[in-house]
């Protein structure tokens, strides 16, 4: 049996877009639902950086200091270590910002803080282990969704249905909406290696042929090894041993932990990195936001605080219209998108074109001194500007916009 609920405004997916979107509106007395799929956050291998943009949008809710007692190490730059010496891709620390720096931190522990900060609200509901399978429509226009979760189907309608639902959108394949990809340089390889205490490793090191990350998360290492975009059968082909002594080449003291803690391909998680971005954001009724609207890749860690900063925008556009009482009109809708598509594009093109060559490709030769890297030591200004478009971004977000628009 299909049962039926009411609301305003439903989120599809409690990623930092949408629980961002379900808090800020909730704080405007507008009753949100959000449906996430999972029963908790406890996912690994996502986005884990928070940036400058994020900690101001959280300072102007009167929420930074509680946020920034979550554990985290804080990034002054982003610096990388290569065989021609550390070369700083972006250096955060000389931004017109209280929070110069980039922090490392587990994104369940970001979204448990926005789930608690949010059910402080009366308006916010977060239903968890609701997965959304379809869209209700009346014509053209959404009227809500159907989900399901262990107690059978159920269906919600919503003055305004907000996807978020990352990168492989139900939502936006339901809708219609189709998206435009650029080529991706590289997929992910996602792995833990135990730590021992005080041990300390380069963030990211790069060389000919190579990349990889290792964040320090206390007692074990989140090592990411980048592979050429569609190579993973290559690397499961030429087999386990081949793969460890790969990354034991780059990082010496790993070679024991590798032949004790990667057993098998089970124990290593492929991410398909995809960068992609809709036309058209809406239709009658919804809006996409984060990387349901443009899938980022994780090159520069920018995508939790893209998704973020749309969030922002969402429920400053949209929240007055919602409190009047109306639904907001597509044209109201494409604002969002009008906002919010200047700055990501100019972030995936900086990610397509600027920082590709730094991953290992299949296409050319690898090389100690990408593009990127010799202009960076070229401009010194380069670093810095990188880092005011992706800490604070093109057009930085704000809650509120002036006097009279603040609700606390
Ligand atoms: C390998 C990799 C590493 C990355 N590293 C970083 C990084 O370090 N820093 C950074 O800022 N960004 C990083 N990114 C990008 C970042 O993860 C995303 O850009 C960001 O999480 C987007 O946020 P979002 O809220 O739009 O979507 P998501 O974070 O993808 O959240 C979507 C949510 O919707 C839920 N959902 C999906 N389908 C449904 C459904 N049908 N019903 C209900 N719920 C649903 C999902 O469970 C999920 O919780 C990385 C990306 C990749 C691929």
């Given at each position: 049996m299909v049962s039926g609920g009411q609301t305003e405004v439903c989120v599809v997916g409690g990623g930092p877009g949408g629980m961002m979107t379900g808090l800020l509106l909730a704080r405007q007395g507008i009753s949100v639902v959000v449906l996430e799929k999972h029963q908790d956050f406890l996912r690994?291998?996502?986005?884990?950086?928070?940036?400058?943009?994020?900690?101001?949008?959280?300072?102007?809710?009167?929420?930074?200091?509680?946020?920034?007692?979550?554990?985290?190490?804080?990034?002054?730059?982003?610096?990388?270590?290569?065989?021609?010496?550390?070369?700083?891709?972006?250096?955060?620390?000389?931004?017109?910002?209280?929070?110069?720096?980039?922090?490392?931190?587990?994104?369940?522990?970001?979204?448990?803080?926005?789930?608690?900060?949010?059910?402080?609200?009366?308006?916010?509901?977060?239903?968890?282990?609701?997965?959304?399978?379809?869209l209700l429509k009346n014509g053209a226009t959404v009227t809500g969704v159907r989900y399901r979760d262990a107690e059978g189907e159920h269906e919600l309608t919503a003055k305004l249905v907000v996807a978020?639902?990352?990168?492989?959108?139900?939502?936006?394949?339901?809708?219609?909406?189709?998206?435009?990809?650029?080529?991706?340089p590289m997929d992910a390889l996602w792995f833990r290696l135990s730590r021992a205490e005080g041990e300390k490793l380069p963030t990211v090191r790069a060389g000919k042929g190579f990349l990889i990350g290792c964040i320090d998360r206390g007692e074990y290492w989140q090592v990411v090894y980048m592979i050429p975009k569609g190579g993973y059968d290559r690397v499961r082909a030429a087999g386990l041993d081949a793969f460890r002594a790969a990354v034991s080449s780059i990082h010496g003291m790993f070679a024991d932990r590798m032949a004790k803690e990667i057993q098998e391909w089970d124990d290593v998680k492929l991410l398909d990195v995809r960068i992609d971005r809709l036309r058209r954001w809406h239709r009658p009724g919804l809006v996409c936001i984060g990387d349901a609207a443009h899938a980022m890749s994780p090159a520069g860690g920018v995508g939790i605080n893209l998704a973020v900063q749309d969030a922002v925008a969402t429920s400053r556009i949209l929240g007055p219209v919602l409190r009047s009482g109306r639904t907001p009109t597509p044209a109201e809708l494409d604002q969002v998108r009008a906002r919010r598509e200047l700055p990501?594009?100019?972030?995936?093109?900086?990610?397509?074109?600027?920082?590709?060559?730094?991953?290992?490709?299949?296409?050319?030769?690898?090389?100690?001194?990408?593009l990127v890297v010799r202009l960076c030591r070229r401009f010194p200004v380069l670093p810095r500007l990188l880092a005011h478009i992706i800490g604070l971004g093109l057009r930085p977000e704000h809650v509120h916009t002036g006097k009279g628009a603040s609700h606390s």
């Amino acid at each position: 049996m299909v049962s039926g609920g009411q609301t305003e405004v439903c989120v599809v997916g409690g990623g930092p877009g949408g629980m961002m979107t379900g808090l800020l509106l909730a704080r405007q007395g507008i009753s949100v639902v959000v449906l996430e799929k999972h029963q908790d956050f406890l996912r690994d291998f996502r986005g884990d950086t928070v940036h400058p943009s994020t900690f101001q949008v959280l300072e102007e809710i009167g929420l930074v200091d509680d946020f920034l007692r979550i554990p985290h190490t804080k990034a002054p730059a982003i610096t990388m270590e290569t065989a021609t010496g550390p070369f700083t891709l972006t250096d955060f620390s000389r931004l017109p910002s209280r929070y110069p720096y980039m922090a490392f931190m587990p994104q369940w522990d970001v979204l448990d803080f926005l789930a608690t900060a949010g059910r402080s609200h009366p308006a916010f509901t977060l239903v968890q282990g609701a997965e959304v399978t379809g869209l209700l429509k009346n014509g053209a226009t959404v009227t809500g969704v159907r989900y399901r979760d262990a107690e059978g189907e159920h269906e919600l309608t919503a003055k305004l249905v907000v996807a978020a639902d990352g990168r492989n959108s139900v939502v936006r394949a339901a809708a219609g909406l189709r998206s435009v990809a650029s080529r991706a340089p590289m997929d992910a390889l996602w792995f833990r290696l135990s730590r021992a205490e005080g041990e300390k490793l380069p963030t990211v090191r790069a060389g000919k042929g190579f990349l990889i990350g290792c964040i320090d998360r206390g007692e074990y290492w989140q090592v990411v090894y980048m592979i050429p975009k569609g190579g993973y059968d290559r690397v499961r082909a030429a087999g386990l041993d081949a793969f460890r002594a790969a990354v034991s080449s780059i990082h010496g003291m790993f070679a024991d932990r590798m032949a004790k803690e990667i057993q098998e391909w089970d124990d290593v998680k492929l991410l398909d990195v995809r960068i992609d971005r809709l036309r058209r954001w809406h239709r009658p009724g919804l809006v996409c936001i984060g990387d349901a609207a443009h899938a980022m890749s994780p090159a520069g860690g920018v995508g939790i605080n893209l998704a973020v900063q749309d969030a922002v925008a969402t429920s400053r556009i949209l929240g007055p219209v919602l409190r009047s009482g109306r639904t907001p009109t597509p044209a109201e809708l494409d604002q969002v998108r009008a906002r919010r598509e200047l700055p990501m594009r100019v972030v995936q093109l900086i990610q397509v074109h600027l920082l590709s060559g730094l991953y290992p490709s299949a296409s050319r030769k690898g090389t100690d001194k990408p593009l990127v890297v010799r202009l960076c030591r070229r401009f010194p200004v380069l670093p810095r500007l990188l880092a005011h478009i992706i800490g604070l971004g093109l057009r930085p977000e704000h809650v509120h916009t002036g006097k009279g628009a603040s609700h606390s």
